[in-house]
């Protein structure tokens, strides 16, 4: 491996998530080594924007470069598995966009790639990353709110019926499940002392087929609770509050949040905890990552498949499949 400062990263696509990475390695005093994406053209005007250095004429070399390290992978859902097989198959460490995968099938086939090939594999979860929920979990840890009993979770925007775009294109594997699920989802493992067993759920889907709206209620082994109403159709606010034996926690806008309220269940005592800026999310992320890499820190990818397991099972009872599944 390379001096730990010098990590060397490609990112595959060039959307809003990638142009978000491409400034938070700028902010790391870092520039991006590589960019490939499907249209050459779009990868040209991307490297000249970040001044990148290699701006691949066909995305797939960036897989069997010699001078990449990590690869982040920013392509939609259903494109996934694919470049993680590619990617892992050539030793290359890897942070991929949320949803990793469609499915936990072909997550166990990537996590099982990057163990034969000792690679880091992790999902770019911007919950798992942010300071303050670090911050918020060694709160819980030390027993002084008590254990968690409940957690509720909501995530909901108003998308324009539009079924060839990727939130209701079961091409592009949409819906909310894998589009803002997997971060209600991944916020609930986060607080859990397991992972849920016993699922019940209603769903309304998009005339396309796919998820649009759905409730969910959750329960694991150690009797907690955790209720979910997801949608694409319904704005309603990025709301979570876990609630524990001697207080609760509320976290407004949770999947970057830098501020949330702990309120004593007895007093109503409100107190403000503040960590890390939510406009630095991807930077932590590739912090976390390069800190992986270097020194085998977790990514917490065990969560990532505790969640997958979930969101399969549902998408599987509610017979939400994409064509890569059939």
């Known amino acids: 491996m390379n001096n730990e400062k010098h990590l060397r990263w490609a990112v595959l696509g060039t959307g809003v998530i990638a142009n978000q990475m491409a400034q938070a390695l700028r902010s790391m005093g870092r520039t991006l080594n590589a960019v490939g994406n499907r249209t050459y053209e779009k990868a040209v005007a991307f490297g000249e924007k970040y001044s990148v250095p290699k701006v ?20 939609p859902h259903n494109t ?32 099982k790639l990057a163990r034969e090939n000792g690679v880091v594999l992790a999902e770019a979860m911007t919950i798992y990353h942010m300071p303050l929920y670090r911050t918020l979990r060694e709160r819980v840890t030390s027993g002084t709110l008590g254990k968690v009993n409940l957690i509720q979770l909501n995530f909901g925007s108003f998308k324009a019926y539009d079924m060839k775009n990727r939130f209701f294109n079961p091409n592009l594997a949409g819906g909310a499940m894998l589009d803002i699920g997997v971060y209600a989802f991944s916020l609930a493992r986060l607080f859990l002392d397991s992972n ?17 709206s759905a409730a969910v209620a ?7 609770l955790v209720t979910a109403t997801l949608s694409l159709h319904s704005r309603q606010p990025k709301r979570a509050v876990i609630s524990c034996e001697k207080g609760y ?34 930077r932590y992320e590739l912090e976390d990552m390069e800190a992986a890499v270097q020194n ?12 997958m397991e979930l969101m399969t099972a549902l998408r599987r009872e509610w017979g939400v499949i994409y064509p890569e599944e059939q």
């Open 218 to 224: 959750m329960s694991n082994k150690e009797g907690q």
């Open 249 to 282: 926690i509320e976290i407004m806008e949770y999947p970057r949040a830098d501020e949330a309220v702990i309120v004593a269940a007895e007093t109503g005592e409100r107190e403000i905890i503040r960590a890390g800026k939510t406009a630095d999310a991807l």
């Open 80 to 111: 996934h598995m694919s470049f993680l097989e590619q990617a892992l198959s050539h030793g290359k460490h890897v942070l991929c966009e949320k949803s990793i995968t469609l499915n936990s099938a072909e997550l166990e086939r990537a996590m």
């Open 296 to 307: 085998g820190n977790d990514m917490l990818l065990a969560y990532t498949a505790d969640v």
């Open 56 to 75: 691949y004429d066909n995305y797939d070399e960036m897989f069997t470069d010699p001078d990449i390290d990590i690869i982040y992978i920013t392509t």
């Open 196 to 212: 849920p067993d016993e699922i019940k759920s209603f769903v309304r889907k998009a005339p396309s087929g796919v998820d649009e």
